[in-house]
C-alpha cells in the first residue's frame, strides 16, 4: 500500500488534467484538485466540486481515476466484499459509529466546495448505512488519510500494489522528457 497522509489537495495542474483524462477515456468533469497522488506521480484520486459545470449536483466528492486502480477495486467489489461489509455494520456498533463519522467528515468535505440543497446529507458510496460503492470509500480514504473512513482503509490494505508496474499513462508533457 502506498503511504498516506492527512488530507492536502493540490490545485489541478494542466498536465494533471491531461492524465486524468486518459486515465478516464474522456474529459473530466468538475475537478477541484488532486486528492491524492500514486507513487509513480500521477493522480488517483480527484476531488470534484459538489455541482458539475453544467449545474448537475454531483454527490461523488473523491473520485479514482486510476484504471488499474479502478480494475483492481472493481475485482475487490465482485469478491463480495461490499456485502461483508454491510452484514459487519449491522452487527458491529463501533464500525457502524466510525462509519457515520466518516458520512460526516465527507460531507463536511463536500460542504467546504459549496452548497448543494439538493444532495444535501447525502454522502457517496451507501454511507453511513451500507456499503455500495468500494471505488468511493476508497477515494475518501485515499484522500483524507488513515483512520478516517476504516472500511476504505480495510478496502486499500486488500488491494495489490497497483503502481508497481509504473504510470498507468504517459501524458506529452511526459513524452517530450
Not at 488517483?44 to 488499474?68: E, K, M, Q, S
Not at 466518516?102 to 448505512?129: C, F, K, N, W
Not at 486488500?158 to 503502481?163: E, F
Request: proline share 8%.
Amino acid at each position: 500500500m502506498t503511504s498516506r497522509q492527512a488530507f492536502v489537495e493540490e490545485p489541478a495542474s494542466p498536465v494533471d488534467l491531461a492524465a486524468v483524462a486518459a486515465q478516464l477515456g474522456r474529459e473530466p468533469r468538475g475537478v477541484a484538485g488532486v486528492a491524492h497522488r500514486c507513487p509513480c506521480g500521477q493522480p488517483d484520486a480527484v476531488a470534484t466540486d459538489p455541482r458539475l459545470p453544467d449545474g448537475t449536483p454531483f454527490p461523488t466528492t473523491y473520485y479514482l481515476t486510476c484504471p488499474r486502480l479502478t480494475g483492481a477495486v472493481s475485482t475487490l467489489e465482485a469478491s463480495g466484499l461490499m456485502r461483508s461489509m454491510t452484514e459487519r455494520l449491522a452487527t458491529d456498533p463501533d464500525l457502524a459509529d466510525a462509519y457515520q463519522a466518516a458520512h460526516e467528515a465527507y460531507l463536511e468535505q463536500r460542504q467546504r466546495r459549496g452548497d448543494v440543497p439538493e444532495i444535501e446529507g447525502v454522502s457517496a458510496g451507501g454511507m453511513p448505512t451500507r456499503v455500495k460503492c468500494l471505488h468511493v470509500l476508497v477515494a475518501h480514504s485515499l484522500a483524507a488519510g488513515p483512520g478516517v473512513n476504516r472500511l476504505g482503509d480495510e478496502a486499500l490494505a486488500a488491494l495489490p500494489q497497483w503502481w508497481s508496474d509504473g504510470s498507468c499513462v504517459s501524458t506529452q508533457a511526459e513524452a517530450s522528457q
